[in-house]
């Protein structure tokens, strides 16, 4: 029994003060991520998937700091992680007082909030004791303060004191008064409690002060100005909405990395991401959804719709619509291999032809119609259905559909594919037009460039593509594409943005009852813009088809 004892107790000294904090591996929770920019600066930081800004513990008030060790944890800075003596105190107090109330440190509250569950079980709080010890072994005080500042819960979502600060107050963390502090801290008891119920967080606030003034941490003159009413000025827009739609894809691209999660690191997200193109917002009844891309398929701005506060869900990426007259440069392509050149020729006027033993008759955009023959590069320009659908006939109506095969798409080989009567994402559809912007390169997308961990790297995302059909007949489609945006051909579809585009660009447009985009690239990047309705309401308005050629025009622009 002496013998058992003694192993007992050594293990348990060697796994509380000798095992290195690095050899633990059992976290299930506690993922904290850094992601960055195209120039590695943090655009957001994640403590186990929720938003947060990191907090500099020295730009805050020494005071406000005061206020919280006073209320939460007054030995935090001469503890080893725990209290024993608060702990045994704790336990008589909710004896006589038939009471359960904590006697967790401030580091104990940390491990739990973010590697642990809120579970009252005896194992959770032993594991919770022992990460806290070692928590306290390999981290200074002040990095673990500013940990916990920065992934309370201080409710309506909001994590960290710094965000919190701006949604209530519409102030940095540095310039919180002793009264919007010590509201803080009495959000923290109940937080989605007190900040549904402003009565009863102000009287939980008044508690507070009145124990602050008994121990001399703050003054008479400081208790008669803060015991006034909490006064809220909200700002429920921290975060850039576009932002959000990129730190959504860039978590669920890293999920399929296998990076094992180890206790107390930071996982350092390195991306794609380019500010400048993702700063756009309309005040719109419709809706808009954008994907830029570079030569190397690396996504440099997502916008996944008009407000991700309103609904997360991502349109560029799990929206499937109808892709309009976007396309033809497909079947145009499968003309090329097929032994048609560019200078091959079709009348364009009304047309009708049989199908199946019914009447299909086709119409141009606004009943626009040359009237004479127009070869490919005036067909591309002006979006020309006539031409297309002439076309598609004489390749055979399975040729298009054969062609979308190579991309996972199946299809029924009929009339209306050349039209564009198949749906799919902006992102598939923006995929497929890399092989028109690299000259044949069909490429996975990705936000991912590198994940470090202290500045270790331990994943580094190589460009991925596949040829799936001939350089020489993409380049000859990219090169009619530029036709697109020139204003000598008649009635070419974005000819009206040339003198807004800052470099060559080459494009395509398209459209439906439901839908507008507006496709193209120059020599350095690739903009896929859509409007409309998420809702499928039919688009009539004007305004609400033009959103998709601003969207493109102001991205291609930073590009």
Not at 481 to 510: E, H, R, V, W
Request: proline share 3%; with cysteine; net charge positive.
């Amino acid at each position: 029994m002496i013998a058992l004892s003694s192993i007992f107790i050594i293990l348990f000294l060697f796994l509380f003060f000798f095992q290195p904090i690095e050899s633990i591996y059992d976290i299930t929770k506690g993922k904290e991520f850094s992601i960055k920019d195209e120039n590695n600066q943090e655009i957001l930081h994640l403590i186990n998937q929720h938003k947060t800004t990191p907090i500099n513990i020295e730009k805050m008030n020494k005071k406000n700091i005061d206020i919280l060790l006073t209320i939460e944890d007054k030995s935090f800075y001469q503890h080893s992680g725990f209290n024993i003596g608060r702990i045994f105190k704790t336990i008589f107090s909710n004896l006589k007082n038939n009471k359960s109330e904590g006697a967790s440190t401030i580091t104990q509250q940390y491990i739990k909030n973010v590697y642990l569950s809120n579970n009252k079980t005896l194992s959770r709080k032993i594991k919770e004791l022992y990460y806290a010890i070692k928590l306290e072994q390999a981290v200074p005080k002040n990095q673990i303060l500013e940990g916990y500042l920065n992934c309370i819960y201080l409710g309506n979502d909001i994590y960290g004191i710094a965000d919190a600060s701006h949604y209530y107050f519409n102030k940095s963390y540095e310039d919180l008064s002793i009264k919007e502090m010590t509201t803080f801290v009495a959000l923290l008891n109940a937080p989605t409690y007190y900040s549904e119920n402003i009565e009863k967080l102000n009287e939980r606030k008044n508690i507070l002060l009145k124990s602050l003034l008994k121990q001399n941490v703050i003054t008479n003159e400081e208790y008669e100005t803060t015991i006034t009413p909490i006064q809220f000025h909200y700002n429920k827009n921290i975060y850039n909405s576009n932002l959000l739609f990129y730190v959504d894809q860039v978590l669920k691209e890293y999920e399929k990395i296998n990076i094992p999660n180890k206790f107390n690191q930071v996982i350092e997200i390195e991306t794609a991401y380019r500010p400048s193109m993702n700063e756009i917002k309309f005040n719109t009844d419709g809706d808009y959804a954008s994907i830029s891309v570079n030569k190397e398929g690396y996504i440099l701005s997502l916008i996944g719709g008009k407000d991700y506060t309103s609904s997360k869900f991502n349109i560029a990426t799990k929206g499937k619509r109808d892709i309009g007259s976007t396309i033809k440069p497909l079947l145009y392509y499968e003309a090329l291999k097929c032994g048609f050149s560019t200078n091959k020729s079709y009348y364009s006027s009304p047309y009708s032809f049989t199908y199946q033993n019914e009447k299909v008759t086709i119409k141009n955009n606004n009943s626009n119609y040359p009237n004479r023959n127009i070869t490919m590069k005036e067909a591309l320009a002006a979006s020309d259905n006539i031409y297309a659908i002439k076309m598609h006939q004489e390749l055979g109506f399975k040729t298009l559909a054969n062609h979308l095969k190579k991309y996972k798409i199946d299809t029924d080989p009929l009339p209306s594919l050349a039209l564009g009567s198949i749906g799919m994402s902006l992102y598939d559809l923006t995929r497929i037009y890399t092989q028109f912007f690299t000259e044949g390169k069909y490429y996975s997308l990705s936000t991912i460039r590198t994940v470090k961990v202290r500045n270790k790297v331990l994943y580094t995302k190589q460009p991925k593509y596949k040829i799936l059909g001939e350089s020489k007949y993409f380049k000859q489609i990219k090169d009619l594409m530029q036709y697109t945006f020139d204003s000598t051909i008649p009635n070419a579809t974005a000819a009206n943005l040339s003198p807004y585009l800052k470099n060559k660009c080459y494009g395509k447009s398209g459209s439906t009852l439901y839908d507008s985009y507006m496709i193209g690239f120059n020599e350095k990047v690739l903009v896929s813009a859509w409007s409309g309705y998420i809702d499928n309401k039919e688009l009539n308005e004007i305004e609400i088809k033009q959103l998709a050629r601003k969207l493109f025009v102001n991205q291609i622009n930073f590009g």
